[in-house]
């Protein structure tokens, strides 16, 4: 049984930092781009980056590019996000993704797999 469980979430005040993390677990991901959405109420789902398990290879939303790094330990199976200069609109549930996709941008609906979610909130 596949699962992907985020972590990292909480409250801080705007520009602080926080790091997300997304324990995957139940199959191989090597064919999967690993990625992190997140929505604000009211809002939709909407993409902040991804990466390719195998490859490293990475693709960063334009509102958090320069702010936000993803990246993954294959080791421990576990992709994460490093988020810098926080700021109050970056406040919303965050969820880890997966998705078999030949390309890095993908949309939500072509996720295969969904964490539950783990809430930020940026404080001004």
């Known amino acids: 049984q596949v699962q992907l469980v985020e972590s990292g979430g909480g409250l801080v005040q705007a520009g602080g930092s926080l790091r997300l993390s997304c324990a995957a677990s139940g199959r191989t991901f090597n064919d999967y781009v690993m990625g992190w959405f997140r929505q604000a109420p009211g809002k939709e789902r909407e993409f902040v980056a991804t990466?390719?398990?195998?490859?490293?290879?990475?693709y960063h939303a334009d509102s958090v590019k320069g702010r936000f790094i993803i990246s993954r330990d294959s080791a421990k199976n576990t992709v994460y996000l490093e988020m810098n200069s926080l700021k109050p609109e970056d406040t919303a549930v965050y969820y880890c993704?997966?998705?078999?996709?030949?390309?890095?941008?993908?949309?939500?609906?072509?996720?295969?797999?969904w964490g539950p979610g783990t809430q930020v909130t940026v404080s001004s």
């Open positions: 990466i390719r398990w195998s490859s490293g290879n990475t």
């Open positions: 993704a997966a998705a078999r996709s030949d390309g890095l941008i993908i949309s939500a609906r072509a996720a295969d797999y």
